[in-house]
């Protein structure tokens, strides 16, 4: 059983920057894909950014590109994802997922997590 608590969300103004954190339970964290969702209000989840179990691949939707940056820490069981430039349509709940295959590439696909967050509000006024 893996559990995942994200944290960070909250109100900013576009232009400014939030960093999100996901702090993961299991012993061999070091071998999840982790991955950063969102959920706009009325829209359906879609990928962020994803990266691999060693933290030297990583992938980003077309829409935050240059913006936010994933990052991990195997040491502390924590990923991160820090955004930058938040702009109005940004604002959705954040939520983290691990995929336990010890895979080489960036997962991308929803289905293809098996543990996710509870979720973190992240609002964006213009």
């Known amino acids: 059983q893996v559990q995942l608590v994200e944290s960070g969300g909250g109100l900013v103004q576009a232009g400014g920057s939030l960093r999100l954190s996901c702090a993961a339970s299991?012993?061999?964290?070091?071998?999840?894909?982790l991955g950063w969702f969102r959920q706009p209000p009325g829209k359906e989840r879609e990928i962020v950014a994803a990266?691999?179990?060693?933290?030297?691949?990583?992938y980003y939707a077309d829409s935050v590109k240059g913006r936010f940056t994933i990052s991990r820490d195997n040491a502390k069981n924590t990923v991160y994802l820090q955004m930058n430039s938040l702009k109005p349509e940004d604002t959705a709940v954040y939520y983290c997922?691990?995929?336990?295959?010890?895979?080489?590439?960036?997962?991308?696909?929803?289905?293809?997590?098996?543990?996710w967050g509870q979720g973190t509000q992240v609002t964006v006024s213009s």
């Open positions: 990266i691999n179990w060693s933290g030297e691949s990583t």
């Open positions: 299991g012993r061999t964290f070091s071998w999840y894909a």
């Open positions: 997922a691990a995929d336990l295959a010890r895979t080489i590439v960036p997962v991308r696909r929803l289905s293809d997590y098996d543990y």
